[in-house]
């Protein structure tokens, strides 16, 4: 058997390292740092290279300017209040009384406008307590005395069968061509 040179030595050992240092980068790059093993916040701007920071301050070019929109409602701009005198001479209702169980009423100046609140003022008690009965966004259908479907153009009030004021004056405040929906609730 041949004693191995000198060179056949070197050349095993060479490779054996060759091996052994491959092997070492192959573990060494499955214990690489993921995403998943950085706390948030855990890498900062000066951490990265210079390349990388250049490209996260370069800013792109702006698009064209946009048209103007139209102007919005600032929710309230419109708004108004609408009255009607009972039991006095107006221009509205010229002398109308107010008796017990009476129905008044006011309107909005139209019907696509919609009342979102309304009341009723009482004068002339003469010591008595006027209650109401019913206070409500409509209107009246005069022909059956029911208010009429899908209307809440104005406001109506009822006034109690036992006591009626002197005079009343009912208010609304309505917002023209609104579009309020009504959701009814069922409560038992």
Known sequence: MKKPSLKSIALVSVTAIALVSAAGVGAQ?????????????GVHRVDLSPSIQKSLTKAGTPGKTGPKGDAGKDGISGLYYQTAAYGTASEIDPG?????GAIATVACTSPTDVAISGGVQTLGLGGKSAAVASSFPGRMDWSNNTPKADRLDG???????RVAPEKATIWVLCAPDADVPVINTVVS
């Open 155 to 161: 406001w109506i009030v009822q006034f109690d069968a």
């Open 96 to 100: 109308v009384g107010v008796n017990e």
């Open 29 to 41: 790059a499955s214990g690489l740092i993921g995403s998943k093993d950085i706390r948030d916040g």
